[in-house]
Structures are given as C-alpha cells and as structure tokens.
C-alpha cells in the first residue's frame, strides 16, 4: 500500500481557509485518496474521497492532480473546533480489504 | 441512528491480567475492524470482520490478542495475559462496504500497570 507524506503541523486562523497536502508517489491504479479527521479523545472520522479531479462535499474539498501523486485537502473558512489531526490515506477498495494505514497526521492548530 | 460504541471506555489493570474489550457497532454495518493506538505510535490495523468471520487478522500482534464476532453483531477483544506494551488506545471501527469510509467508535484506553 502506498505510503503518504503530509506536513506535521499546521496553523491558522479563524475565517481562514486551510489547505493540506499529502504526496504519494506510489499510488497504485486501484487506490483511493481518503482523508480522516481525529478530535482528541476521539476515534477518527471519515472527511471526504476521491479518485481523481475535484470532490467537494459538505466539510471539504479535495484536489488530485492528474498524475495522482499528490492530492489537497481544502477547508474553507475554519473556525477553532477544526482544530484536529487530519490524516491521508491512501486505501486500496478491494473485494477483499479495505484496511487503513494511518500515518502520523496534519496536527492542525486553529487561532482565534 | 446510535455510532459504533465502545465499552469500557477506560480500563487499567495489572502486568498478566485479562481484559476483554467489546464494540458495538452500527446496526447493519458487516464490516467490523480493529486498530489500536499504542503510546507515540501511529494507529494500526489489528484485524477486519465479515459477519462473524475473520476477513484479514495480518495486524493481529500475537496470540494473546483474541477477537471473537459471535452472530456477526458485537465483537470483543480479549488480552490475555495482558503486558506492559498493549497499553494504548484501542479503535473499532464499522462499515456497510469496503470503500474506505469507516465508522470508529471513542476508543477504550487501556492501561497495564
């Protein structure tokens, strides 16, 4: 499974809008970009998909190039309860499995 | 419609003792994981249900981690004889399908002293 790479930390402020990038360089044909969102004390939560191009949904959007090597998670406007780690994965949805491999996470610090 | 639910939420015991973990998960959901979170580590697949049946126990760190799904609905956990390092945070997770989006429970920190 392809293994992912995204900063450690981030900062922002309120209003702001946040964007995440994760690279992996290994992506296989049959992976799946996925994000997770964690809250201390918390189990991780599902935040958004993607294979290829721009997926938008309620929280996120997320941008994948063409050649898939990378991708962008986008907040739009956070505000302080998104502070969190948030964690790329790489998932390959097979018939088979779909376990995830967590990295160390994006430890996103939002200022008021 | 009620997450996937974790009991005990804490539990501290001693070098040698047994725990037995539960999770409870989505009604519906086939698909029943577990990851734990041990103490400056990342989170780590343990193993995947289907129904009642073992799908992918390559996680799994040893034999005295044993993971039961009896009738398919709640599973447990058990440690036993439970050691220093299987101290951390242990996640359940459920899904309807395998596309990567999972429901996980708040975790059951376990403490061996």
């Known amino acids: 499974l392809a293994k992912t790479t995204q900063p450690i930390s981030m900062d922002s402020y309120e209003g702001q809008e946040v964007n995440i990038t994760c690279s992996h360089n290994?992506?296989?044909?049959?992976?799946?970009i996925t994000w997770y969102q964690q809250f201390p004390s918390q189990g991780p939560r599902f935040i958004i998909q993607?294979?290829?191009t721009k997926v938008t949904n309620e929280v996120a959007s997320l941008f994948i190039p063409a050649d898939r090597k990378s991708s962008t998670l986008s907040l739009p406007r956070v505000s302080l309860s998104d502070t969190a780690v948030y964690y790329c994965?790489?998932?390959?949805?097979?018939?088979?499995?779909?376990?995830?491999?967590f990295g160390t996470g994006t430890r996103l610090q939002v200022f008021p | 419609e009620a997450g996937v639910t974790q009991f005990p939420s804490h539990s501290v015991i001693e070098k040698g003792q047994t725990v037995t973990l539960r999770c409870d998960p989505i009604?519906?959901?086939?698909?029943l994981y577990w990851y734990r979170r041990v103490m400056g580590k990342e989170i780590k697949f343990l193993l995947h249900?289907?129904?009642?049946?073992?799908?992918?126990e390559s996680g799994m760190p040893n034999n005295r981690f044993l993971a039961e799904r009896t009738g398919g609905t709640y599973s447990t956990l058990k440690v036993q004889p439970a050691e220093l390092e299987d101290s951390g945070v242990y996640f359940c997770?459920?899904?309807?399908?395998?596309?990567?989006?999972?429901?996980f429970g708040q975790g059951t920190r376990l403490t061996v002293v």
């Open positions: 249900f289907v129904k009642e049946s073992k799908q992918d």
């Open positions: 009604s519906g959901h086939d698909n």
């Open positions: 994965l790489v998932v390959l949805v097979s018939y088979n499995t779909d376990k995830l491999i």
């Open positions: 290994n992506i296989a044909t049959n992976d799946y």
């Open positions: 993607g294979y290829k």
């Open positions: 997770a459920s899904s309807q399908d395998r596309s990567g989006d999972a429901f």
